[in-house]
């Protein structure tokens, strides 16, 4: 039985021997970490395998990448593959691709291979381990080869780690069993959805409601004791040994974006309730009541409100958000009393900081950083601020082939500078970012100008100062813009919420948590808001990211993570919880 303890005991030949097959034919990778033995946990065995290839020259890392078998290739018919390539390929029923599938992955490897001069290489077993579709790896494979052949390089030698990952995982006779529960989870939640097509679970509507249920009955057989508050927060509480005991809260939000992930906010709901499970399995209490509160709405789809669940939590909530709209003009009040919600209650759900020692929220880190520096953890420093706005342009709707030119008040055509307007002051700016994500021109026809136009505005830095003024100069050049075209222009604020330091002293816990996993503690801030930043408002926070594949890219179905990372994510967490101290 091979173990991190034999593997740091043995001989540099003996540690190279049983790490033949983790690299496809490159012992050389083993050989070279050899020499940073003893590792402290599998953590840091594979951050020590993945160091090696990347300081490697470009020609041993394209020697590495061309050292592996095309999917369904020559090789693999012949029945010509290392055994760990013939069992992932099996695993996913490549050796029993229909003629059709042959067909369409050897002219995606001859193309893929023309275009990038390496085969094309995934872990076919897939985020959790347990392999991956035909169709999801073709429909992967028809994606990746549009890359540029550095992001490509990168990917690939992503993939190589990954599956080396679950290479060693076998070998170790070790199965990230937490993270494979949490992620079958999100996979349960996210088949609850308001489009049959995508995963949309937009605030109270049904699908909303029938997640929170499921949500409530899994912490329920964690052993935890669960209401649903008057904003449909569902908050789940592990009882502390002793009565009378402060309140340490964890959680992030369960509704998610249109055509969203599966992990983003849900992740941070599932894990504590994982290892809730796992305490409550062996009697296990802790020295202060723990909450994991699956907040009800951060993402402000169905009522351009952000933050609804935490908000309430944090005793901020905006009432007169009662009168809100949604697209079909129904009110967030009736909203909710459809729900069986009682808005008198909504004051009530506020939190007294005097008896909140923290609040912690895991979340996929849904961006690059993490991905790319090859790490499974980041310990959040800052929440970034956000600046959002509702812009309703009106102009003159007439007839597209008799209006000259000239004569146009086009209320379309000054949405489309605004946009660029948007891009262009922030480009450069200091950790800046600016989107128009919504725009439409409101009944519009082919043959019609555009008499009117709705955009939203998303503005967002670390740093407050360098949001506002971004905020000032695109309002200012919004204005300018439509006295230029004779074009009316009407605002609305939909969101101003400042940058969120997150606390030192639960960044230290943390980062100490992570470190024990035999991880480097990295910082790093957060561009995305969080239920994190409302509940500042009443107790001290800190983040804990996960790294995000598929180029970190979030806010899409695409969105995607690993079992092995959801699992140490929660070996971290539950030693946090553990070690938790009020200091
Ligand atoms: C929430 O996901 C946001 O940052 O918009
Ligand atoms: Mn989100
Ligand atoms: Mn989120």
């Not at 003629?99 to 897939?126: C, M, S, T, W």
């Not at 040994?241 to 974006?257: M, R």
């Not at 970034?384 to 209320?411: C, F, I, K, N, Q």
Request: glycine share 10%.
């Amino acid at each position: 039985m091979t173990t991190i303890q034999s593997l740091n005991a043995c001989s540099d030949a003996d540690f190279v021997d049983a790490l033949r097959g983790i690299y496809e034919h490159s012992p050389w990778i083993a050989a070279r970490a050899a020499q940073a033995r003893p590792f402290a946990s599998l953590a840091s065995l594979k951050l020590a395998l993945q160091s090696t290839v990347d300081a490697a020259s470009i020609d041993e890392q394209l020697a590495l990448l061309r050292a592996h078998p095309e999917l369904a290739g020559k090789a693999a018919i012949a029945g010509a593959l290392t055994a760990e390539s013939t069992d992932e390929q099996a695993s996913s029923g490549l050796d029993r691709c229909t003629a059709h599938e042959y067909a369409q992955l050897h002219a995606l490897n001859a193309d893929y291979n023309g275009r990038f001069g390496f085969p094309f290489i995934l872990a076919v077993k897939g985020p959790t381990g347990r392999g991956l579709t035909r169709q999801a790896i073709i429909a992967t494979f028809e994606r990746r080869i549009g890359n540029t052949r550095g992001d490509e390089l990168r990917e690939a030698l992503r993939q190589v780690h990954r599956i080396a990952e679950i290479r060693l995982n076998a070998l170790l006779g070790i199965t990230p069993s937490l993270g494979a529960v949490v992620m079958d989870w999100c996979e349960v939640l996210g088949a609850l959805s308001d489009d049959e097509s995508n995963l949309t679970c937009a605030y109270m509507t049904p699908a909303h409601r029938r997640t929170a249920a499921h949500i409530a009955d899994w912490m329920r057989a964690a052993g935890m004791t669960v209401h649903v508050d008057a904003v449909g927060n569902v908050v789940g509480r592990y009882a502390a040994a002793q009565p009378g005991a402060k309140t340490l809260a964890t959680g992030s939000h369960y509704d998610t974006v249109r055509d969203g992930g599966k992990y983003d906010g849900r992740l941070g709901i599932l894990l504590p309730v994982a290892l809730v499970a796992e305490l409550h399995a062996r009697g296990q209490r802790l020295p202060y009541d723990l909450e994991v509160i699956a907040f009800s709405e951060e993402e402000g789809v169905r009522f351009r409100s952000t933050f609804l669940g935490s908000s309430a939590l944090a005793g901020s909530f905006d009432m007169a958000l009662l009168d809100a709209v949604d697209s079909d003009a129904v009110t967030l009040g009736d909203a909710l009393a459809q729900a069986g919600h009682d808005v008198a209650s909504i004051a009530a759900i506020a939190r007294d900081p005097a008896s909140m020692l923290g609040f912690v929220e895991v979340h996929i880190e849904q961006g690059p950083v993490l991905l790319e520096r090859g790490l499974p953890l980041g310990v959040v420093s800052a929440i970034a601020g956000s600046s959002r706005y509702l812009v309703e342009l009106s102009g003159v709707a007439s007839h597209a082939g008799t209006t000259p030119m000239g004569m146009r008040r086009d209320a379309a055509a000054a949405a489309a500078e605004i946009v660029l307007l948007v891009e262009d002051r922030c480009r450069n700016g200091d950790a800046l970012v600016g989107t128009v994500g919504q725009l439409n021109v409101p009944a519009g026809s082919v043959n019609v100008i555009p008499g009117a136009c709705r955009l939203s505005l998303d503005i967002r830095a670390a740093d407050d100062a360098v949001r506002l003024a971004a905020v000032d100069d695109i309002l200012a050049g919004i204005s300018a813009i439509c006295t230029r075209r004779g074009i009316g222009e009407k605002l609305f604020k939909l969101l101003e919420i400042d940058a969120v330091p997150c606390a030192p002293r639960l960044m230290a816990q943390l980062g100490a948590a992570v470190e024990g996993a035999g991880l480097p503690r990295f910082d790093l801030p957060s561009g995305a808001g969080h239920d994190a930043m409302r509940m500042a408002q009443l107790t001290d926070v800190a983040m804990l990211f996960v790294r995000c594949g598929n180029g970190g890219i979030s806010h899409n179905p695409l969105e995607t993570m690993t079992a092995d990372d959801a699992d140490i994510a929660g070996r971290v967490l539950l030693d946090f919880l553990l070690d938790f101290s009020d200091n």
